[in-house]
């Protein structure tokens, strides 16, 4: 039996990774590129979901570096599927469907402009956190019937 499809408007929502916190929650939404369609929607191929553009952004504070006034940082966030997020029968423009096969999905938070807190007294605490890994889930938009791929 297969999983479900992953389709053109379907999220991928990613908390933040401990012991980051992000200023807003981060949801993307995806756009299809499949060479079909599964409920009036284009599937998703790995890239749609590993090489989005324009680039996942998100804001940030670390807690973890002290109390003061804090300061927000910017970075960028890559997503990586896993193998079974990749249809082993089913494809498309030479590229595996992607499916929901229930695990989560991995990425990696790289800093562009690290989080700040300034102390009452003393130095500035900057994050030296070169990057910070976390993982993510897929939010599907229901279908009227299930369309699964293996």
Not at 28 to 36: E, S
Not at 68 to 77: A, L, N, S
Not at 131 to 140: E, K, M, N, P, Q
Request: include cysteine; hydrophobic fraction near 35%.
């Amino acid at each position: 039996m297969g999983n479900p499809v992953v389709r053109n408007g379907d999220q991928i929502t990613a908390p933040a990774p401990a012991p980051a916190v992000w200023l807003t929650p981060v949801v993307v939404t995806l756009g299809g590129t499949g060479g079909f369609s599964v409920g009036g929607k284009v599937v998703c191929i790995p890239k749609d979901v590993e090489d989005i553009t324009p680039e996942v952004t998100a804001s940030y504070n670390a807690p973890a570096l002290g109390s003061g006034t804090p300061v927000p940082g910017t970075g960028k966030i890559k997503f990586t599927l896993a193998v079974g997020h990749k249809a082993s029968m089913t494809k498309t423009k030479g590229e595996p469907v992607v499916v929901n096969d229930g695990a989560s999905l991995t990425y990696r938070f790289t800093p562009e402009t690290p989080a700040q807190v300034i102390p009452p007294t003393g130095p500035t605490a900057v994050d030296k956190t070169p990057f910070y890994d976390g993982t993510a889930t897929f939010l599907l938009t229901p279908m009227p019937k299930l369309v699964t791929a293996g």
